[in-house]
């Protein structure tokens, strides 16, 4: 395997284009310039290839002690997210364990964090030790639910794992939530996410630019809203989708102007926090 190098702490707080819509706009990455996932219907993939930063043959790893200082000027009202342009927990990190170094950052300056990932490692019994319950909000994604039918279009652990990690994390009462992003409707069967033992879930539909267009192949018939750079579900079409999702608290995360208006005044469990975290 060939050597990760270090980079400097990739810790942002996101502009216009989400800072009225996002409770949690302040996020960090644990690992640079690449995600194993590959996901063809990733926006972040598309955004570092068209800004010729996405090196897959050359990934890197945040800097710890950079990270520490980072992390200890936080202040602690703030929930900083774990995951931007990559993933924290994919494979490499049972390798190098910068994200578990880190969440140990996090928990020694007594600072909350939102985990979102597509991995079945958070759940695995040494980082479930190191996941704070009065700390951690953790979002697991599913986009897919047929293991191989996701492999065709992503890298990441087998979705039928990441149930069972979601359930682990649940019966442990953390803070977990099932995170339906993108919300793919020709690739989930909705019955076998409501038959998950959890009782939270978030959705995000697809957006679509070209750049995605041209990697993962689907019907785009029914993308019929623009918005700035990106195609759009209706959002009647939204509402008849989410109307079959069957969980105690739904939310629903958006870009478009309107629907973000209509879910936070009409819909979401929290419309003041459409990640709905159980802040404590």
């Known amino acids: 395997m060939k050597q990760i190098k270090k980079f400097g702490a990739l810790y942002n707080t996101v502009g216009w284009w989400e800072w009225d819509k996002c409770l949690y706009p302040t996020r960090l990455d644990t690992y640079g310039q690449w995600c194993s996932h590959n996901c063809s219907y990733c ?92 700390l951690a909000h953790i979002q697991v994604t599913i986009t897919c639910t047929d293991d191989k039918l996701a492999s065709t279009y992503e890298h990441a652990s087998p979705p039928s794992k990441r149930i069972e990690a979601i359930e682990k994390l649940a019966s442990l009462w953390y803070d977990v939530q099932i995170r339906l992003s993108p919300y793919i409707p020709q690739y989930i069967e909705i019955n076998k996410i409501n038959d998950i033992k959890c009782d939270k879930i978030i959705v995000e539909f697809l957006r679509v630019n070209w750049f995605i267009k041209q990697r993962f192949k689907i019907d785009y018939s029914d993308y019929t809203l623009k918005e700035w750079w990106y195609n759009h579900l209706p959002l009647e079409k939204k509402k008849q989708l989410i109307s079959k999702i069957k969980k105690k608290e739904i939310s629903v995360c958006e870009d478009v102007e309107e629907h973000y208006n209509y879910r936070k005044h009409h819909f979401n469990h929290n419309p003041d926090d459409c990640c709905n975290l159980s802040i404590k």
């Not at 980072?70 to 931007?84: D, F, N, S």
């Not at 990190?93 to 979102?116: D, G, Q, S, W």
């Open 43 to 134: 926006y972040a993939r598309a955004l570092l290839d068209f800004r010729w930063l996405r090196h897959p043959q050359n990934p890197k790893f945040i800097d710890l002690k950079t990270a520490y200082k980072i992390i200890a000027g936080i202040p602690k009202w703030q929930v900083t997210r774990l995951w931007w342009m990559t993933d924290c927990f994919q494979p490499v990190e049972a390798i190098h364990r910068i994200t578990y170094n880190i969440l140990k950052a996090f928990n020694y300056y007594k600072k909350p964090y939102l985990i979102v990932t597509k991995s079945e490692l958070i759940a695995r019994d040494d980082y479930i030790k190191v996941l704070d319950p009065k």
